[in-house]
């Protein structure tokens, strides 16, 4: 625990003071089945190879609404403590489509029992499309929506630290480092100087949770993700959900000040999971006529590699 303090408590101490503007990564209610898309030290860490794919639509019947896609994979490599993993995160916000490729790489230091401490590094980029032709204009000949942007290319890189036992995980990561800016290079302002369009912040994420077992049939997790970025609200999601009969999870979520969330999941086989969440929200724009809440589709299916078959190792479902 001493080792765990002063590695991870220094970095809280470096990503918390710092105040906040610019826009966010996507959001996910069901962030704890599909950890490696932001935290890559979480790769390789259910000790398996896993894949999942997640799709959520947000704000239903807002036109433009943002909607996400992900993919990701990863798996251990025993001997070597090494974990590797991919992702791939498609998210469309009117005008903008952004997909984000990634690789990660996590090794593990076991600090004596079942307790083991990751880190991670992701190596990616960015390639975003920006519709400004089909938009609306005050100004019918206002020449700076002339050209879209088409397929601008911009690599990033990323990092993680993630604690974890059997029960207990704790992680700290920040999945792009390197800020993008993104230009009208066709709009000029009073000065001569181009605007600015829109600029890719860091976002840096902290999460943590507890398994306890109620009864022999039944476990429960809290568990907590808070995400902070530039011109942005800190954004903090506390969720409670339970595990029956290593089957069937029911839960709930709140994202403070924006929404509150009913998640359910089946193992529908040992190694095939199906998640969902809908999202009801409760800021203003829910009292409108247009939007109908967020919903998310996951699914998430385990299998054993060479590696672990050979060391005798179990595949069983595992709440984190």
């Known amino acids: ?23 966010q990564d996507a959001q996910f209610t069901q962030y704890m089945y599909n950890t490696s898309s932001i935290n890559p030290a979480y790769s390789g860490s259910r000790g398996m190879m896993s894949f999942s794919a997640l799709h959520r639509q947000q704000w239903l019947s807002v036109e433009g609404a943002p909607t996400t896609q992900t ?46 401490l990751s880190f991670g590094t992701k190596i990616g980029a960015q390639v975003i499309n920006v519709d400004l032709i089909n938009l609306s204009r005050e100004t019918i000949n206002d020449t700076a929506y002339d050209t879209n942007i088409e397929n601008r290319f911009n ?9 974890h036992t059997n ?54 997790k809290p568990a907590l993700l808070t995400k902070l970025v530039y011109g942005a609200p800190l954004q903090i999601d506390l969720s409670a959900n339970f595990l029956f009969y290593e089957k069937f999870t029911v839960g ?3 994202r403070w000040s ?8 089946f193992q529908i086989f040992k190694n095939l999971m199906l998640g969902l969440a809908f999202d009801y929200e409760t800021t203003e724009l829910s009292k409108t006529q247009f939007n109908n809440g967020s919903y998310e589709f996951l699914l998430r299916f385990d299998l054993l590699n060479k590696l672990a078959r050979k060391s005798g190792r179990m595949l069983t479902p595992r709440f984190f």
């Open 252 to 254: 709930a979520a709140y």
């Open 1 to 23: 625990m001493k080792l765990i303090k002063k590695l991870i408590i220094p970095l809280l101490l470096y990503i918390i003071p710092i105040t906040a503007e610019g826009q």
């Open 155 to 163: 690599p990033n890189i990323g990092a993680g630290v993630y604690y």
């Open 71 to 116: 993919f990701t994979f990863d798996t251990f490599l025993n001997k070597k403590n090494v974990g590797l993993g991919f992702s791939v995160v498609n998210d469309k916000i009117n005008p903008t489509t952004e997909t984000y490729f990634s690789a990660d790489f996590s090794y593990t230091i076991p600090i004596g029992g079942n307790r083991k």
């Open 167 to 220: 029960r207990f995980y704790m992680g700290i990561s920040i999945p792009n480092l390197l800020e993008t800016e993104y230009f009208d290079q066709n709009s000029i302002s009073e000065d001569g100087s181009t605007e600015l369009l829109a600029k890719e912040r860091v976002n840096y994420y902290l999460i943590t949770g507890h398994t306890f077992d109620l009864n022999h049939n039944t476990k429960f």
């Open 258 to 265: 924006a929404a509150v969330s009913g998640i359910v999941g």
